[in-house]
């Protein structure tokens, strides 16, 4: 059968066969470890599952206004105002099912055939894709050399006058790195001098350690409003990815463009998931601070023990729940074969750097129990010895 050309030239999401792999693995009755997919491993929190059994019990059944629940829209505007001091009324929200779709979303309002936008690698898996997917080209400005931080000029070497916008994402997944005031200072310089639009994903924002401070990009140019989506959502920082919920926030016409695209699509988010996702925004900050102390002891442990081993080098990361390992110097660099044996021989499942334009690099999510992480990183230093 023919298939769309589009449909031939996508790529499967690296995270997710990695973790299809290990979960059929594990069924299998294999030892399986997992570090690949990045989900907290922790149930989400009682508030939200509370307000999503109430809603059941209200009868809360049916389709939902198309952008959200008002309540759960106002919510996410109230929870800007405080957390970042931006204004957002709640018809600046739009809520959909996860946040991969907003970004989908944003990309197919905001891309044509032929338009770059830029990256910053290492980058997520499903950017590139979901760029490709709306007839745009990524252009990719490694950070590998700068500290996982982009400078202006490797900025400035990738724009072209087919530049239209700017995709990026702090605290970063895969690196963990969190991009600064003066870093995205520099960045919104150039979306400002060149009129590129920003879709800032800070999914990760309220994973930060060791005193890091995560930083939203209008908090430092206020005047990119208007130009500037913020991504979000309830998966990582309320422990809800399997609810699918996901918010964006930015200008008035804009988010309605997004909903007008997401009313052919999936329509609403499921009621119920829309309304545990309030249930977590207004009761679960000290749910989130206790598996964020979690995590934070997690990276120390995994951070220490990968430091103790061969070959390896990482840099600390200040937020999101991965290290994102160089494996150059190791007799096996190549990272697509270093996770396929490190799978098939330890059982231990990680992420190879090429998924995300990082090769020599691979991936480790530490949001699994201190006992995987102890015993995961066992294996890995058995691995790297018998290479
Ligand atoms: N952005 C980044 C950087 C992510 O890691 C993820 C994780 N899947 C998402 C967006 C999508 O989140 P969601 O599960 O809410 O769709
Ligand atoms: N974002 C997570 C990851 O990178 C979840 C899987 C996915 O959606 O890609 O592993």
Not at 326 to 337: E, Q, S, T, V, Y
Request: hydrophobic share 40%; aromatic share 8%; proline share 5%.
């Amino acid at each position: 059968m023919r298939l769309s050309k589009r449909i031939q030239e996508i790529q499967p999401s690296a995270t997710i066969s990695i973790s299809n792999k290990a979960k059929a693995m594990k069924a299998e009755g294999k030892p399986v470890l997992s570090f690949s997919v990045g989900e907290p491993d922790f149930n989400s929190p009682e508030c939200a599952s509370k307000a999503a059994i109430d809603a059941i019990n209200r009868g809360e059944s049916h389709y939902t206004l198309n952008p959200g629940i008002i309540e759960l829209r106002q919510e996410v505007a109230k929870y800007y105002k405080k957390r970042f001091n931006l204004d957002y009324t709640a018809d600046e929200v739009l809520v959909s099912s996860g946040a991969k779709p907003l970004l989908y979303e944003a990309l197919q309002m905001l891309v044509d055939p032929g338009d770059e936008v830029i990256l910053f690698a290492p980058a997520w898996v499903s950017y590139v894709e979901q760029i490709h997917l709306a007839g745009g080209k990524e252009v990719i400005v490694d950070t590998l050399a700068t500290d996982l931080l982009p400078t202006r000029a490797a900025l400035d070497k990738a724009l072209s006058p087919k530049t239209v916008g700017i995709l990026m994402n702090t605290p970063s997944n895969p690196s963990g790195a969190i991009y600064g005031e003066e870093t995205l200072k520099m960045i919104a310089d150039v979306a400002r001098e060149k009129g590129l639009w920003i879709i800032f994903d800070e999914i990760y924002e309220r994973l930060v350690y060791g005193g890091a401070k995560h930083v939203n990009i209008l908090n430092v140019a206020p005047d990119l409003r208007d130009q500037t989506i913020l991504i979000n959502g309830a998966s990582k920082a309320y422990a809800m990815t399997g609810w699918r919920i996901g918010y964006a926030v930015g200008p008035k016409e804009l988010i309605k463009k997004m909903n007008t695209l997401q009313a052919h699509l999936t329509s609403n988010a499921s009621s119920i998931a829309q309304w545990a996702a309030l249930g977590a925004l207004k009761d679960g900050d000290p749910v989130v601070e206790k598996m964020r102390q979690a995590f934070e002891e997690r990276r120390g442990t995994i951070l220490e023990l990968v430091r103790d081993m061969p070959y390896l080098k990482v840099r600390e990361p200040e937020g999101a729940f991965y290290i994102f390992v160089d494996i150059r110097d190791c007799p096996l660099p190549d990272d697509m074969k270093f996770c396929e044996r490190l799978l098939e021989e330890k059982f231990v499942a990680a992420v190879p750097g090429t998924a995300f334009f990082a090769p020599g690099f691979v991936r480790f999510s530490y949001a699994c129990s201190m006992d995987n992480i102890k015993e995961g990183m066992k294996r890995l230093k058995e691995f790297l010895q018998s290479l």
